[in-house]
């Protein structure tokens, strides 16, 4: 598993100049099929205001390399508390148009039950 992108991410703002540098190292990884990554921290790599409109391009690579399938979202939220908003670095994924239902789907959740076997356990009966 592959945490935050594969890429360093800052604890404050502003961004990195270049924070997408070392992306094609992080695409080979992908011909290993027992590799996923998780899309934790995105945000945080924006250079643009919500919703991190200039993320889509690099975080598409990602997708098309390792296939929706191996990607995990998450929001780094410990981290990027100085960065973000929770609901931003939520909702930047429910609003996009880069992502189809079934995709944003298996991003939000559906890989990581699927990869790691899990399933939110039934309610307590009280």
Request: charged share 20%.
């Amino acid at each position: 598993m592959i945490d935050h992108l594969g890429l360093q991410q800052p604890f404050a703002p502003p961004p990195p100049p270049e924070p997408f540098a070392d992306l094609p190292k992080v695409l080979r990884l992908a011909a290993h099929d027992n590799v996923a990554i998780k899309i934790s921290g995105a945000c945080t790599l924006s250079h643009q205001p919500f919703p991190y409109n200039d993320l889509w391009d690099p975080l598409g690579r990602i997708f098309d390399a390792f296939g929706i399938a191996r990607c995990l979202w998450g929001t780094d939220w410990t981290r990027a508390t100085a960065l973000l908003t929770y609901a931003q670095g939520v909702e930047a994924f429910r609003v996009t148009d880069r992502l189809s239902a079934s995709d944003r789907a298996a991003l939000m959740g559906g890989s990581l039950a699927r990869i790691y076997n899990w399933s939110p356990s039934p309610p307590r009966k009280r």
